[in-house]
């Protein structure tokens, strides 16, 4: 600025601007006489405007969108510079929607998102069926059990797809599988008019992603999306760590989700903070977030001990479209001073008639591998079958006391192995969704990623207490993979599982190659308006452009690949585990310089470096 004479005005706006909000903006091109300044990701003008009160847009609305703009100041030594905006402008509006359980888009002109152009998806074999589209799974059985059932009658009664991740915690590699599962769930949850999507918990951790929600460039994404699905324009939400992977499961629509052990990763009080609501008034302004719009539950779990959530916990089992709440009903809310719960042990989602019972297990050792606060692990800690059967149980009868005929298990447990000798443990149970990221579940239809190889068949097929036949699923970490069980009932609520189709039932890579195959034929753009990836996309483009600006530095390279697989990680040594591992006793012993061992948990690795640039 001092070389090119820059007005103090001038370098007030490019440095603060107003309400000290600061743009990371890059210089794109200096002369002599023109400055001109880049942005990666997508802003409002009314962003624009704050930083510079002296750009003049006189034709553009403040709520107007535009992607990677160019600000180029000219004659920028002179008293009066002048400023003009280069790009296209979209006009993305926030129009006022009415309240869907899908959002619904009408204004074809969304915010142009940058997540096509900034992430460069792996590259995968091309294929021209749906259900082989990348590397064919093989895979070891672990049960036999399959061979020892007789498969039920065909005739059902009811049929129920059931849509399911496990542990999609948001790392900074992964944001167009995000977008990806979004677009797949919104094409299947159209293809059987009973169906309901589950996550078994861990849908966050600390890293990237969840910090993301804490920078003020995400404010116009979470104001301009929750307009959308809301239908009411919401100018006052605030920012906060999490709200990124809270907002994308809004989005995806799901109906409930397990307690895992990472929500805790930060604390009771992050947790309240992000899943329950936060309103300050009576006026639409004063909703600063409107939280997790599905129920968490944890049937092993006692949170009347803690400050942060015993609020938000409820031990009744409720409909999990009570833990729902629109803009109007929060502000009554607050006016009669009521919260809407957030936490259950179970609860019942009616569809198509029918009620589904939902419950969930923790980990038993939570307080012991995590912060937990106050809350208190029914059971103790405990890992066995029959101590976590004597648990859930009584929740199970008492949700088939209320009529209820199908039941849904969520596990958040240590090995794959104690899912199965809990199946056998409990009585009432069709299926299981395992959340302890030791399987990875697939048919010989199913398309796995490169590097990915099945450990058991998808669904394993065993039976509880009584003799029934019960499922179990599970996918791999994070947005990899969607999770598809279709099954029949009869009328007595028992899975025919003669009726199973393994072209249909197994998990999908979320990969773009999948997703246009299910969208074939339908003369819709999976990404278009109207569409949830639009949201998704838009939401996650953001990210990814600030996290490319804020970790684009270069810190070294490697000529090799750091293998930080999760598969590798958690059953040998690692390169990335020696490295990190090092690392930290070098850094230990400038402390203390007797430290002689350090021990790196694998846990808490959670990616890998490709060769090149780190």
Known sequence: FKDYQVSNQLQNQLSRGNNSQILPLKIQEISANNLSLSYVGTLSIKEIKKQFPSLNLPKYKSNYLVTNPIITIHDFTT???????????????????????????????????????????????PVSTLRNTLTPASYSPVSTLNNTLTPASSSPAYTLQILHASDIISGSTNLRDGVNFTALVDRFEDQYSNSIT?????????????????????????????????????????????????????IIG??????????????????????????????????????AQFPYLATNLNFSGDNSLKSLATTQILPNTDFQATPDQLLTNFSNGVKVPKIAP?????????????????????REISQAGGVQVIGGAIETATVLASVLQPTIDSLTNQGVN?????????????????????????????????????DSNDGLR?????????????????????LIVSTNGQYNYLGRLVVDFDANGVLLTDNLDDTINGIYATTDETVATAWDGTGVDPYGSGTKASLS???????????DLKDGNVYGYTDVFINGERNSLRTEETNIGDLLADANLAAARRVDATTTVMMQNAGGVRGSFATGAI
């Open 537 to 547: 996309q838009t939401l996650l483009g953001g990210v990814q452009g600030l996290i």
């Open 254 to 291: 799901f109906d409930a989700s397990g307690m895992g052990n990472h929500e805790f990763d930060l604390g009771t009080s992050t947790l309240a903070g992000l899943i329950g609501a936060s309103v300050q008034g009576t006026s639409y302004s004063d909703i600063h977030w409107l939280g």
């Open 346 to 366: 179970a609860t019942i989602i009616q569809e198509g008639g029918e009620p589904i019972g939902v419950l969930s297990v923790a980990n038993p050792f939570l």
């Open 450 to 470: 490169p590097g990915d190889t099945a450990t058991d068949t998808y669904p394993l097929l065993t039976q509880d207490g009584a003799g029934n036949p019960t």
């Open 198 to 250: 589950l996550a078994t918990g861990d849908n966050f951790l600390p890293g990237p992603v969840f910090y993301a929600g804490e920078d003020i460039a995400l404010q116009e994404y979470f104001t301009y999306i929750y307009t959308l699905m809301t239908g009411t324009e919401l100018t006052g939400l605030s920012l906060g760590g999490g709200r990124v992977d809270i907002t994308l499961m809004n």
């Open 79 to 125: 008293k009066k510079p002048s400023f003009t905006l280069d790009n296209s402008i979209p006009g993305a509006k926030l129009p006022s929607l009415s309240k869907h359980k899908k959002p619904t888009i009408s204004d074809s002109s969304s915010p142009v998102s940058t997540l096509n152009n900034t992430l460069t998806p792996a590259s995968y074999s």
């Open 406 to 442: 199908k039941i849904i298990l969520m596990t958040d447990l240590s090995t794959f192995a104690l899912d199965q000798a809990l199946a056998n443990q409990l009585t009432g149970v069709d299926v299981i969704l395992s959340g302890s990221g030791e399987a990875l579940q697939a």
